[in-house]
């Protein structure tokens, strides 16, 4: 199985709006040349699962391993992290009509970044192509797929309309759909993963002066969520992404991070650990491979 250890790219500001939407998109980072062959590959295979993509050498360069997106995953799931054995594709003949809310199988819920689903784009993708639609922080948002699908448009939810070459990295469980679509013509749209093989770690870009007892984990309007939720587990991913979920403790009511929204609070909110989260690890906390 092949593996990625080169530079992490993201730094904690970045990192924590990802726990916080549970996805980056990247736009138009692909080059045009190989949007083009990407598009020429999938007219001549137009099966669900066109894996011999990933064995093309100029795939390999400019998609799987893309600067910008590998540098954005490694943040994510540390180094040697696991490359993509198999590649799917959203083929749609459009106009088609939206398809139901759900997550993928195989989801896992919880503060883990074990693995992460990413897309590409070989071609531009306009709302009337029925781009795909993404709700911010619905990854901590449990539902099974049969219970979600009958929903239609949500207010907040964003939508993926990007220029061709556009990649967007997801955690595994978070809730999408493809939209409705009304122009005509062929909307290809490919899905691969990567894999933690280490330890999480406090290894990307780290910003001098950062202080994540400041940071807001809050998502803002709307969150679906039970009041201050969303702040509370986006902290959490946070910790465990740092390697020190050992230390999260989230005392209730109005500790932090729910403290850190409050707009007159007095004095340091309870509940961040008193010798910062960077400090050294007690080692309470054991990742499994």
């Not at 138009?28 to 093309?56: F, M």
């Not at 029925?130 to 949500?154: D, E």
Request: proline share 8%; glycine share 10%.
């Amino acid at each position: 199985m092949k593996t990625y250890d080169g530079p992490a790219t993201l730094t904690d500001t970045q990192v924590i709006e990802f726990c916080k939407k549970g996805f980056i998109m990247l736009e138009g980072v692909v080059p045009d040349v190989a949007n083009r062959k990407a598009a020429e590959y999938l007219k001549q295979d137009t099966h669900y699962e066109p894996s011999g993509i990933l064995e093309q050498e100029w795939f390999q360069e400019h998609v799987v391993s893309n600067p910008q997106a590998i540098g954005a995953v490694r943040s994510l799931l540390g180094a040697g992290l696991g490359m993509p054995i198999i590649m799917s594709n959203h083929r749609v003949e459009c106009p088609a009509p939206a398809q139901g809310w759900h997550r993928d199988g195989g989801s896992k819920y919880g503060p883990e970044v074990d693995s992460l689903q990413v897309f590409y784009l070989p071609e531009d993708c306009p709302r009337e192509m029925g781009p795909t639609a993404l709700l911010p922080g619905s990854h901590f948002l449990y539902a099974p797929s049969n219970y979600m699908g009958h929903y239609g448009n949500i207010q907040g939810a964003y939508y993926a309309a990007v220029p061709a070459g556009s990649i967007f990295i997801t955690i595994y469980s978070i809730w999408h759909r493809r939209s409705k679509s009304t122009g005509k013509g062929i909307r290809n749209l490919l899905k691969y993963n990567y894999w933690r093989n280490t330890p999480p770690v406090r290894d990307w870009v780290c910003e001098p002066g950062f202080d994540p007892e400041k940071a807001r984990f809050d998502t803002g309007h709307p969150t679906f969520r039970v009041q201050f939720r969303d702040a509370v587990d986006a902290a959490q991913m946070y910790f465990w992404l740092c390697g020190r979920l050992d230390v999260f403790d989230f005392r209730g009511g109005q500790a932090w991070p729910i403290g850190q929204t409050a707009s007159r609070i007095i004095d340091k909110p309870w509940g961040f650990p008193e010798n910062g989260l960077y400090a050294a690890s007690s080692g309470r906390h054991v990742w499994k491979k």
